[in-house]
């Protein structure tokens, strides 16, 4: 390229000459081979690059170097010197297999979205060394002369150079999803891809045809450098990561201060030498350290992904997980996302009926009627006349999808897709009316007159001349009216009736199409033009129209409310349209206030800041503002996610918490910055989303919760041995906590992970982000409630074994048998507590019996498992020296089955009555 410094606009004013010579080529010919081989070299391949890929190498590693993975290296190590080498592995272990979870998690996740890939168009039409060639389109380059027609995605800027009826959705880079017009002539609107004769990569065909020459590609597109912007954003770490480091140094200097504190029992209490203390009291570190926080995170996150994906939301990152379940504001685009895309003709109005349709989207899926009754058409001949325009007048194709699930794909404008689907519930078919009314010209829908006209020849010998277009365009060059089958003047009574309907149909955030037709004698149209052919013509009625709301999204809405989560729409669409689907579905009530693109950029950032606290609506924005929008929201506190699908869409979902993409219509670029991709681009998605994100927090919370109830009983023997300077032997030994820190705890605590939503956990608002994983609900369940019976409970076993030989009349055993008996005793109560524990554990507020005790699959075979690993212990004498663990009698087994029993029913009665306060409060 001879000038690499030209501006788009300034592409677009030069002359088709002035282009070749630019560009070094012939218009005629095209690039020849060599040229366009030697441009490739020079420019590069026409693809949008992606973000800078961190080396795999490193991506592996971090899963191993985290702040709670580096604490466990350190207690493995710790293990070691204390002269248990094979706990010390056993930790490793842990870390290892976790961290291989994790990064398999994270690979299978990143290997989805990038099946999702769909940037640019593999092969597109060009022509080079004279001839027509079908070429991949990251082999483009600037010179090369393209053809487009409807469907075609663009592969690169370019300039048209020849068009036909050539109609363009640039809503990937505008936001605005009106297809635009498009000529060979420079025009420049407002806004910087308001040019008339310039066609952008990553925008869609979607009427007529052109031929164009590229100008620029690859990462010099428009597309390409708002990806750059984006790629250029740091990512930071997510409230989960920050919120594990911070548990990770409150349960070092928890692990810590009760490891100091046994030392110095052992020392001043036990008079243990100072070497057999300090052993004492690493064994008492590792054990406080739950080992089996990692696993669990990862399982969680990986278990949340899996039933996202399965509700239609795909997760790039495992901890972007948990940070859906803290989002309090959702900044959600209106078309796609609320609603169906899916433009959808619901009333016909004619100046003496009103019809209703029933049916929504683009299936024949209802009937038009009048007074609830279905329609007969030959009883209705002025309503026969308009949708026999709205038949004849159009140039959009529905292709119906192939496979259940998948949406229809339209070639055209939404607005023709829905007159399409607005005829065929009426049973008329475009083949059989082409026969008999044949189009003979055509003048196309362009944005300055905003009408299309058609003339066909009918076969009763008339040729009609059909009109559809903008009430207030079409209104100037209509004389008469079509009231009940006769034509009468056009009086100013019938233009206020016709202006009013539109008015009510608006006020409703309807849009009305107009329709008119006249007939003609002349029998050449060469000479047609809009000036002579669309004028004293007569207006038939008006064809309401909307984007109908998905189904699914009124309850997703009411969620939303319930959980204190406020949506704001981000819209394109005009302030009465965009309000009126707000209202509709619930999201404000109508006293919202409504902020336009043009109001919002003469606001300070203190203005729009207060303005995001309360109800409001923005509409008439480009995607750009609602980078702006993200930030503000954040200014204020809030945890955001927010929604896009185009290029522009990218720097806002870079900077929201969570960024969601549309995986249906979303391009590249916006899937490539985004934490979430949506595979049905529905709202209701991005709740299911929040609600597993928050039933993760809870689960991880749950297993906290878990593993320092048994922590409790486990610390509860050794301070009876410390405090009683030895007089009573310590009824638990450090190897059989640890058993059950890295054995009989870890698959049930593993279960609570994979744990199901709570009912009623979108009942409560987010979680504020000064709360933590390890709060004071926690604690005191785990060391005054828990834990407590359990340690009172496991103290008894220990006493019950030695009652039974012959204490008190005798000293506590603390060698032989006997110890290892009572010492055993004391484990398997612990454990038996523990299964009641994580039955216990699994709801924090409804009953279990309600959400049903074998509902948990896997906490069930985690305590069949814990239970075998205790048989296992208990009966295999070759691990009896290792665990200081002895045979069991009946009667011990008889008083280990009755302990869950009474623990599941207490905990029972406890929730019950936390049930009737909150209802009592709610009274």
Known sequence: MQNDKLTDDQYAQLSIDELSKDLDLSIHTGLTTAEAKQKLETDGPNVIQKGKQENEL???????????????????????????????????????????????????????????????????????DGKKIQLVAEDIVPGDIVELQAGDAIPADARVISSSSLQVDESALTGESIPVDKFPEYKHGEGPFAIQNIVFAGTVVTNGTATIMVIETGMNTEFGKIASLTQGQKQTDSPLTKELNHLTRQLSILSLAIGLGFFVLAIFFVHYPVAKSFIFALGMIVAFIPEGLLPTVTLSLAHGTQVMAKQHALLKDLNSVETLGETNVICSDKTGTLTQNQMTVNHIWLPDQEFTVTGTGYYNNGKIQFNNQDVDLKNYPDLSLLLDIALLNNDTKIQQPKEAGDAPKILGTPTEAGLNILTDKAGLSLADRLKDSPRLKELPFDSTRRMMTTIQKNNDGKTYVYVKGALSNLMTVCDTVLVNGKVVPMTPEYKAQIDQANREYAAQGLRSLAFAYTTTDADNFDDATPANTEQHL???????????PREEIYDAVRKCHTADIRIIMVTGDSTLTAKSIAVKIGIVSDAARVITGAEMGKMSDAELQEAVKGEVIFARVAPEDKYRIVSMCQANGDVVASTGDGVNDAPALKKANIGIAMGVTGTDVAKDAADMILTDDNFASIVAAIEEGRTVYSNIQKFLLYIFTSNVPEAFPSILFLLSGGAIPLPLTVMQILTVDLGTDMLPALGLGAEQSEPGIMDRPPRKRTDHLLNK????????????????????????????????HVALAASGNTYMVATTMTLAAIVFCQVANVLNIRTQRNSLFKVGIFSNHRIMWGIVFEICLLAFLVYMPFVHGLFGTADLSLHDWLFLICIPVPLILIDEFRKWCVRKVIKDMHK
């Open 58 to 128: 490193l991506n592996f590693l971090k899963n191993f170097v985290s702040l709670m993975a580096c604490l466990l290296w350190v207690s493995g190590l710790i293990a070691i010197f204390a002269g248990t080498p094979e706990l010390g592995i056993a930790i490793w272990a842990v870390n290892v297999i976790n961290g291989l979870f994790s990064y398999w998690e994270e690979h299978a996740a990143k290997k989805a979205t990038d099946a999702l890939s769909k940037m640019l168009p593999t092969y597109v039409s060009t022509i080079r």
């Open 538 to 548: 007569t207006f038939v009625g008006l064809a309401v129209m909307q984007d109908p």
């Open 777 to 808: 609900t926690i604690i005191w369940k785990s060391f005054g409630y828990y834990g407590l019976i359990a340690s009172l409970i496991s103290t008894f076993a220990y006493f019950f074994v030695n009652w039974q030989h012959g204490w008190p």
